[in-house]
């Protein structure tokens, strides 16, 4: 099975969350099932007499919507998008609103979300892992075919993308996909759950004690939590240049682009988490404040009140957003970094 080429998250820590519900619930209402999908390992759990259910729904949305996102599936949507420049292909309700939702967040973001970089991402070789440093020159003209005037929608779920434009979904839609799925999850009537998908976390529900989840972040050098927080039912999404990337005449070169360069970002921001409920919204964030920085970061909070931040910044600081204060806690190895709450 073909599938998209998303941000490969290595996967959080996620130890201390479910040794925290071991003793909470019976083993006999519980279910947990990995599979891989979106280019990555799943797992799911979920709790209540209907968990093994619920699991299975789960599993099926996700199947399902993979087949939808799919940059290189023949029969995806996206991909009958890219290979009918200048038409408009008609598509399913769910990438038409997620590709929707992208044209807002780019805006929202001042363009550091722009789901118009798949040519570019080409050029440097992370769809095909030949990787490549492209000339200025073939940047130049690989930009200039890039931007959301280059994507129009069209009532009646229509999408149309300009000739030398490609439409990538990737940096959206597993938080898209990991929000359905834990809609399955509670249709199918699981009280609460956990879904991991390849480090993009979706925790559902509270915890039988009332406790909040503990969730623990994954330092970019090192596989161990360097900091948990503390959260109520939300995505937990993290972005860093540690997760694609290659090496070439001595320099690293990452995967997460700056749209206004064509090139790996290089803001002070080396790791960034970011926390809320809607997990499309989490999941572009997570890239446009990579791009962008700390000052950018929040200056974006102000705007919406809709996230929370935790950024792993090259001063070897650690800036969060105010919602987070009390609900942080770094791990015992690193407190020697400090937090500052910006």
Request: some cysteine; aromatic content about 8%.
């Amino acid at each position: 099975m073909k599938t998209l080429k998303y941000k490969l998250i290595i996967p959080l820590l996620l130890l201390t969350v479910l040794t925290s519900l071991v003793g909470c619930v019976p083993k006999d209402v519980s279910t947990t099932a990995q599979i891989f999908a979106l280019d990555t390992v799943i797992e799911l759990t979920a709790y209540g007499e209907c968990a093994e259910e619920a699991v299975s729904n789960a599993k099926a949305e996700i199947y399902a919507l993979e087949e939808l996102f799919s940059v290189t599936d023949a029969d995806s949507d996206i991909h009958r998008i890219n290979a009918s420049p200048d038409e408009f292909v008609k598509v399913s309700e769910d990438v038409y609103s997620v590709a929707e939702k992208a044209l807002s967040l780019h805006t929202l973001t001042e363009g550091n979300f722009d789901i118009s970089l798949y040519n570019v991402l080409t050029l440097w070789g992370f769809t095909t892992k030949e990787y490549n440093v492209p000339s200025d020159e073939d940047l130049t003209e690989a930009l200039a075919k890039t931007g959301i005037d280059k994507i129009t929608l069209k009532d009646g779920n229509f999408v149309c993308v300009a000739k030398g434009c490609a439409l990538d979904l990737g940096g959206i839609a597993k938080g898209y996909i990991a929000d359905k799925a834990a809609q399955a999850m509670r249709d199918a009537g699981a009280e609460y759950g956990l879904i991991s998908l390849g480090g993009n976390i979706r925790t559902i529900g509270e915890k039988p004690s009332g406790e909040d989840w503990l969730i623990g972040i994954r330092h970019p050098d090192i596989n161990e939590p360097f900091i948990t927080v503390l959260s109520k039912e939300c995505s937990v999404i993290t972005s860093g240049a540690y997760q694609r990337n290659f090496t070439q005449n001595g320099i690293t070169y990452h995967h997460i682009l700056n749209p206004k360069t064509g090139k790996p970002s290089d803001s002070d921001a080396v790791s960034v988490t970011i926390i809320g409920n809607d997990g499309a919204l989490c999941d572009a964030l997570s890239t446009a404040v990579f791009i962008g920085g700390t000052e950018y970061a929040k200056k974006l909070y102000k705007n919406t009140s809709d996230f929370e931040y935790i950024i792993l910044s090259t001063d070897n600081n650690i800036y969060a957003s105010e919602g987070l204060k009390g609900k942080l806690k770094l791990t015992e190895k690193y407190q020697n970094l400090n937090i500052v709450y910006k």
